[in-house]
């Protein structure tokens, strides 16, 4: 008799956790979950411009190697790529967060196409000339969060 209790009390439990993790799995987004998605991929995307940023002046003022340069340069990209891809898996659930998303998603453009530039250039004239648009990205994206998070 004991056997049997015991292993009735491991199935509900079982059967509870299961259930849990279902709800969990596909309760719908709310404002709240799409605002720290929003915020999260917002600061994996200022911190890729602010450090492909550092390691550009850094570069400039002959500080660091050029090989070092381009590997700062592909971290950044592939964490400002998961940071937009995070962003884009989420729907948002009401009018704020649409707002938010049509905020957001263009600045995430705006930081590729500055990570581009950077990565694209040729010289120290080059280099200099992408720097500003990494800083007016990383601005942008902070203004974000100011207001976000």
Known sequence: ??????ATGVAIVLA?????AGY?????????DYRVTAVDA????????????????ARLDRRVTEPY??????????????AAKRFAGESPPDARTAAMRDELGPMLVRASA????????G????LR?????????????????????
Do not use: K
Not at 123 to 126: F, G, L, N, S
Not at 134 to 147: I, K, Q, S, T, Y
């Open 42 to 57: 917002a600061r994996s995307a200022y911190n890729a411009l602010a450090t492909a940023r550092i390691a550009g002046t």
């Open 129 to 149: 000339a992408a720097l500003g648009p990494v800083a007016e990205a990383a601005d942008e994206v902070d203004g974000f969060l100011e207001a976000h998070a």
């Open 69 to 82: 340069l381009e590997s700062v340069l592909a971290d950044s990209r592939e964490a400002l790529a998961g």
């Open 24 to 32: 969990l799995v596909t309760r719908p987004t709310t404002f709240h």
């Open 114 to 121: 500055a990570l581009d530039g950077l990565e694209n250039a």
């Open 123 to 126: 010289d120290d004239a080059a």
């Open 1 to 6: 008799m004991g056997a049997r209790r015991w």
């Open 16 to 20: 509870l956790v299961w259930g849990g």
